[in-house]
């Protein structure tokens, strides 16, 4: 009985040793961080970590960020869990222009939520930004106004919810 005991604590101290040893090498700062940082990713999902990957589409979030039948605290509280999350929004080109303002913001795509109609829906006036560096010039080249288009970013939305800002974005899909 003495022998067998001796051996589990044995294992269980190689084992523990081994989980140090590995978050030591991977640099995670706790026993949960490492098993993130070990998990297997599935084939076609983000890099990025399901916590950081927020799903809400660009409607949903105009809704709530300028739902007038909130408080002004309930939408500044909608707006503060969203932001700063990365996003992937599907919109509609309003233009795209070059701005050199500084090196990491050679050129910005204005898109909204709804296409351009005769009927417009309720969020017609609102339209995102996304800053995108000269390396993405030619796909912005390739698109016209009023083009569909699906386009990934940071979200930033604390100084004007009805016109958010993606930052570090990627033009994930480009409709015919």
Do not use: C
């Amino acid at each position: 009985m003495r022998k067998r005991l001796n051996l589990t604590y044995l294992l269980l101290g190689i084992a523990a040793s081994l989980v140090v040893l590995v978050a030591f090498i991977t640099g995670a700062p706790s026993v949960p961080a490492l098993f993130e940082k070990l998990q297997t990713r599935r084939p076609g999902s983000s890099t990025l970590s399901e916590a950081t990957a927020d799903p809400i589409t660009f409607v949903s979030f105009l809704t709530g960020a300028l739902d007038k039948r909130l408080t002004d605290i309930q939408r500044n509280e909608f707006v503060r869990s969203h932001n700063g999350r990365r996003v992937t929004w599907e919109g509609y080109v309003i233009g795209v222009k070059e701005d050199r303002m500084g090196p990491n913001r050679a050129f910005h795509l204005t898109f909204r939520s709804e296409p351009r109609q005769a009927d417009w829906g309720p969020f017609h006036w609102n339209f995102a930004m996304a800053w995108f560096p000269d390396a993405a010039k030619q796909d912005l080249l390739t698109l016209r106004d009023g083009q569909q288009v699906v386009v990934s970013g940071i979200l930033d939305a604390a100084r004007d919810p009805g016109h958010p800002t993606l930052s570090d974005p990627r033009l994930e899909k480009i409709y015919p």
